[in-house]
C-alpha cells in the first residue's frame, strides 16, 4: 500500500507541473480551452493512474458486497425398468440454520426443476415431499458466489395395514342404535358419477336402488314413501313425496341414510330416512371455486354439431361482517341431450336444462345464539321426455318443474346447557305437462301419432315448524339426555288437468274406438298435521345405552290420531357387542336387528313372541358361526308373528333380524358357549 501511494504522489506531481508550470499550459487551453478545463484533466489523469497502480496492488479487506450464491436441481423418481423420471409439482423448501431466517419455498416445474437464487452464503436444510411419496431432507452449506445443484430422488411412501387387537370393547358412546350410512363432501368430488346431484350417488349406499326412470327405492319401497331432510327441515315435493327439489352438491356436509329411524323426531313416512347437511359459510376468508365449465361436444359424420352435455358449478362464500355475518352461494347448471335409439336424427333427443342454487346467510348473534337463513331455487325442463322408437317427438310430452325453498333455523344454548332450536322452511313448487299441440292423439300398430293427450299443471306448498327443546344432561341411575318437539305441517295445492281425445286406429287405417275424457276442472285440496315427540337418550353405564321415545300425531286428512312407541338399546356384554331396535308405527312394519361380534364358537338363540291374548311360541336351535342356518317362529293368532332370521355375515359374524306386528311384545336371547376375545 505503501508503494502505491509513493507512485500515486509522483504520478500527481509530474502531471501538475506538465500541465500548470510549463508552456504546454497554454497550448492545453488554446486546444482544450473550450471544451475541458485544465485542472479536470489533472484530477483525470490523477485517478486513472492510481486505479491501475495503487488500488490494484491493495488487497480487499472485506468492505465490499459478498456475492450471493443459488441452488437448483431436478426431483426425479425411480421409475421402471431404472429409468429415472422428473416430478412435476413438488413443494421443495429452503430453510437457513439461523433462528431468525425464513423460510423459502418453490415448486418444480414440468421437468422437475427448482431453484433458489440471491442467497448469503451459509448452512441451509432443503426438504422436499409430495403427497403418496416419502419427503427427503438433506443439509447443503453454500460459499459466496457459488452455484450449488442439489438434484433429489424421491420413493414411494410404503402402505402399511395394522390390525390391533383390543381385549377391552368400545364403549356405548361410539356405537349408534341406527343404522346409518354416510356419504361425506369429499366423497361427492372425488366419486366418478353420471350426474352431478346428490340422487346420483345414493345408490352407492347398501339397500338402495334407482330405477330406470330415475326414482329412488330405499328398503324395498318407492322415493315417496320416505322422507328427505335438508337441515332437519322437510324438502319434498309437497304432492307427490318425490325427491324432487336439487341441492347443490358443493354445497352438502354431508348424506346420511338411516335404514331404521327409530328416533321419535322422524315421522311421516314409512320407508328410508335420507338427511342432508349443508355447509355452514366461510367464516375466516372467502373461497370461490369453479368446476366443470368444459363442456361436451356432440359430433355426427365428423363434423361437432353443438353440446350433448355441460354442467357448469361454481361456489363462492366468505365473512361480510368479520365474526357477525356470513355468506355463500353455490350454482348449478345442467344441460344434457340424450339420443334415442330408432328416430332419425335430429328428432331423436329428449332435452334437459334446468338450474338449481342454494344461498345461504349465518348471523352470530352471540357466542350462544346462532341464525341461519338460506333460500333454494330451481328449475328444471324436459322436451320430449318420453320418445322411443314408436313415440316420436311429435306425440311425445314436455314436463317442468320450478320453486323455490326459504328455510331459517335458530339456535340457542342456555346457560344451564340446555338447548332450543326453531326450524322454519317454506316450500313453493310448481310443476306442469302438456303435448306439442291440441291434435287429438293416434295409437296404432305402427306407433304414435298425432299430439299427446294430457294438460296439466299444478301448484302447491308446504310450511313447515319445527322447534325443539333439548334439555341439559340429567343424573339418575345413569345418564339422560332428553328432547322434546312439535312439529307442525301445512300442505296445499291447486291445480287443472285437460285431456284431448284418444283415437285407436286398426292396421288397415280404420277407426276402431275413440277416448273421450270429461271436461277438466280445477283441483284442490290442503291438509294439516301436527306431531308431538318425546326423547330420551339413557346412557346407564359405559356397556349400556336406551334409547326411548314417542311421537303423537294429529292429520286433518287421515287418522285423527295416533300414537308410535320408540325403542332402541345398545348393549356390549364383556367381548360381545349386541345391538337392536324396536319401532311401532302405523303405516309402517318395524324391524328389530342384533349383531353378534364374536370368535368362531357356538351360539344359542332362544326367540319368543306372545301377543295380546298371551298365546306364546318358543324355538331353541343352536348354530355354528361357518354355517348358514334359519329360524322360523311364528305365532298362528292374526295378530302378531315374528320371523328371526340368522345369518353368518363373515367367520365370527352373525346377524339376526326380527320382524314383527305392532301388537306383539319380542323378546331376544342370546347365550354364548366359551366365548374369546375378537379382533375389530
Excluded at 60 to 78: L, Y
Amino acid at each position: 500500500m505503501t508503494n502505491g501511494r509513493e507512485k500515486l504522489n509522483a504520478v500527481t506531481a509530474w502531471v501538475t507541473q506538465r500541465c500548470l508550470g510549463s508552456p504546454s499550459r497554454s497550448i492545453a487551453n488554446r486546444r482544450f480551452g473550450p471544451l475541458l478545463p485544465s485542472r479536470f484533466l489533472t484530477m483525470f489523469f490523477a485517478l486513472i493512474v492510481a486505479g491501475s497502480s495503487g488500488f490494484a496492488e491493495a488487497p480487499n479487506d472485506g468492505g465490499g458486497e459478498p456475492a450471493s450464491a443459488s441452488v437448483e436441481g431436478v426431483i426425479k423418481v425411480s421409475g421402471q425398468q431404472g429409468y429415472s423420471e422428473p416430478i412435476p409439482g413438488v413443494r421443495v423448501t429452503l430453510t437457513a440454520t439461523s433462528p431468525s431466517s425464513q423460510s423459502l419455498s418453490a415448486t418444480t416445474d414440468d421437468v422437475g426443476h427448482y431453484q433458489f437464487t440471491q442467497l448469503a452464503s451459509g448452512v441451509y436444510t432443503l426438504e422436499a415431499g409430495l403427497e403418496g411419496f416419502q419427503s427427503v431432507t438433506k443439509s447443503t452449506e453454500l460459499k459466496p458466489g457459488q452455484v450449488r445443484v442439489e438434484n433429489i430422488g424421491l420413493e414411494l411412501a410404503k402402505a402399511v395395514q395394522k390390525i390391533e387387537v383390543h381385549d377391552k370393547p368400545a364403549g356405548v358412546a361410539t356405537q349408534g342404535s341406527a343404522s346409518t350410512e354416510t356419504i361425506n363432501s369429499r366423497q361427492f368430488t372425488t366419486l366418478p358419477l353420471a350426474e352431478q346431484k346428490f340422487k346420483a350417488v345414493m345408490p352407492l349406499v347398501p339397500g338402495v336402488v334407482r330405477t330406470s326412470d330415475g326414482k329412488l327405492n330405499m328398503k324395498g319401497e318407492a322415493e315417496n314413501q320416505g322422507m328427505l331432510l335438508v337441515d332437519s327441515a322437510q324438502t319434498v315435493d309437497p304432492v307427490t313425496g318425490s325427491f324432487s327439489i336439487p341441492i347443490p352438491v358443493d354445497d352438502i356436509q354431508a348424506l346420511n341414510v338411516y335404514k331404521v329411524p327409530y328416533s321419535a323426531e322422524y315421522g311421516g313416512f314409512s320407508g328410508g330416512l335420507t338427511a342432508i347437511e349443508t355447509k355452514a359459510p366461510p367464516s375466516e376468508r372467502w373461497k370461490f371455486g369453479v368446476m366443470d365449465f368444459i363442456p361436451g361436444f356432440r359430433g355426427k359424420n365428423g363434423h361437432i354439431v353443438g353440446i350433448s352435455d355441460w354442467t357448469p358449478r361454481l361456489f363462492f362464500g366468505g365473512p361480510i361482517v368479520k365474526n357477525k355475518l356470513n355468506f355463500s352461494e353455490a350454482f348449478t347448471y345442467d344441460v344434457r341431450k340424450q339420443p334415442v335409439r330408432g328416430l332419425a336424427w335430429p328428432a331423436n333427443e329428449t332435452k334437459q336444462q334446468g338450474f338449481d342454487s342454494l344461498t345461504n346467510f349465518q348471523a352470530v348473534l352471540s357466542p350462544r345464539h346462532l341464525l341461519t337463513v338460506s333460500v333454494n331455487g330451481f328449475s328444471n325442463r324436459r322436451q320430449f321426455a318420453d320418445i322411443s322408437a314408436l313415440v316420436p317427438q311429435t306425440a311425445s310430452s314436455d314436463d317442468g318443474q320450478r320453486g323455490v325453498s326459504i328455510g331459517a333455523a335458530d339456535t340457542y344454548q342456555f346457560i344451564s346447557g340446555a338447548l332450543l332450536s326453531t326450524v322454519f322452511r317454506y316450500t313453493r313448487f310448481d310443476s306442469n305437462a302438456h303435448g306439442q299441440g291440441p291434435e287429438d292423439m293416434v295409437i296404432s300398430p305402427e306407433g304414435w301419432g298425432g299430439n299427446f293427450f294430457d294438460t296439466w299443471t299444478r301448484s302447491a306448498n308446504q310450511v313447515e315448524l319445527f322447534p325443539i327443546y333439548q334439555f341439559a344432561q340429567k343424573e339418575w341411575h345413569g345418564r339422560h339426555q332428553l328432547k322434546v318437539g312439535v312439529d307442525f305441517n301445512h300442505r296445499s295445492y291447486s291445480g287443472t288437468d285437460h285431456s284431448h281425445p284418444i283415437q285407436l286406429i286398426r292396421h288397415d287405417g280404420s277407426l276402431a274406438e275413440q277416448i273421450s275424457f270429461q271436461a277438466g276442472g280445477r283441483l284442490s285440496t290442503q291438509a294439516t298435521e301436527v306431531a308431538e315427540f318425546l326423547q330420551d337418550d339413557w346412557r346407564i353405564n359405559d356397556r349400556l345405552s336406551l334409547n326411548l321415545g314417542g311421537r303423537f300425531s294429529t292429520q286433518s286428512v287421515g287418522r285423527l290420531a295416533a300414537f308410535a312407541p320408540r325403542a332402541a338399546f345398545v348393549y356390549a356384554p364383556g367381548r360381545i357387542a349386541r345391538r337392536s331396535s324396536e319401532a311401532a308405527s302405523a303405516s309402517s312394519t318395524p324391524r328389530s336387528r342384533c349383531w353378534l361380534r364374536t370368535s368362531p364358537t357356538t351360539l344359542r338363540a332362544l326367540s319368543a313372541c306372545t301377543t295380546g291374548v298371551g298365546r306364546r311360541s318358543f324355538r331353541l336351535s343352536s348354530f355354528k358361526t361357518p354355517m348358514l342356518r334359519r329360524c322360523l317362529v311364528a305365532d298362528l293368532s292374526k295378530q302378531a308373528a315374528i320371523l328371526t332370521l340368522v345369518r353368518v355375515i363373515s367367520p365370527g359374524t352373525l346377524r339376526l333380524t326380527a320382524r314383527f306386528g305392532v301388537m306383539s311384545w319380542c323378546g331376544l336371547a342370546i347365550s354364548t358357549v366359551t366365548p374369546r376375545t375378537s379382533i375389530s
